[in-house]
């Protein structure tokens, strides 16, 4: 019998062709800007380019977005909370982003694999390993081939990110963030072949012109 899952879960599948670009980063860092940004030039190269944001980007992925971020939701365990994170991937991977990388595109995502393996293994505690193991089972072990994280000073992103409404997370304790934070410079260590570190500190015009000269290199 053929193991359920395993063709559309293939790593292989799609990569072939198209490229896998993430975006991380702590609170109110600016990835969201600056993958419109990347996205914009790279259109203006002629590239086709797909943009998808974590969670949500699916109907199944919007409901579980509301689930996660809703501050009414109380206190979601930390292992729920990392499944439900996956599940969102699983189904974004299958219904956008492994169609777009099969078509060629670039796919520009804003959060990936590494904000599970940040927010919930070392944040909430899950362990980074047993949220790697999760999510090589959500995404057939499908990695980035650059993943950028913008290195924002936490005062300033939770500034940016205050100007708005707080969902469940961005409520969490300083503490929480600081650890995130420094989640994402170990992940830097360990995946260095494709995470490139971002200054996100200063205008947007020149955080891109870096995050330019990172994607030139990669790819
Ligand atoms: P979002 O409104 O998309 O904010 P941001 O612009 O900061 O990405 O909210 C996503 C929130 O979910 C953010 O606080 C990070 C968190 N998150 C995780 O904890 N784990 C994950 O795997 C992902 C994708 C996001």
């Not at 975006?23 to 600056?34: A, N, V």
């Not at 380019?49 to 199944?60: A, F, I, K, N, S």
């Not at 777009?100 to 995502?109: E, H, M, P």
């Not at 934070?181 to 015009?205: C, E, F, I, S, T």
Request: proline fraction near 4%.
């Amino acid at each position: 019998m053929k193991e359920a899952g395993t063709e559309e879960q293939s790593p292989e599948l799609g990569k072939s062709t198209g490229k896998f670009i993430t975006f991380e980063g702590t609170e109110g860092c600016g990835k969201t800007t600056q993958a419109e940004m990347l996205s914009r030039h790279l259109r203006s190269e002629g590239r086709e380019v797909v943009m998808v944001r974590e969670p949500g980007g699916t109907v199944v992925g919007e409901k579980i977005r509301e689930i996660l971020l809703d501050p009414r939701s109380g206190d979601i365990a930390p292992i729920t909370e990392a499944l439900l994170f996956a599940a969102d991937r699983a189904q974004q991977l299958r219904d956008v982003v492994r169609p777009a990388l099969r078509k060629g595109s670039i796919v520009v995502a804003d959060r990936y694999v590494d904000s599970s393996l940040a927010y919930q293994g070392v944040g909430r505690g899950c362990g980074l390993e047993a949220v790697k193991n999760l999510n090589d089972w959500a995404t057939g072990g499908l990695e980035p081939d650059l993943t950028i994280i913008l290195d924002l000073p936490l005062k300033e992103g939770l500034a940016r990110a205050g100007r708005g409404e707080w969902d469940r997370i961005e409520l969490e304790s300083l503490e929480f963030h600081r650890n995130v934070r420094h989640a994402y410079q170990a992940l830097k260590n360990l995946y260095h072949q494709r995470v490139a570190v971002v200054d996100a500190l200063g205008d947007p015009g020149v955080v891109h012109e870096r995050v330019l000269a990172e994607v030139e290199k990669a790819i």
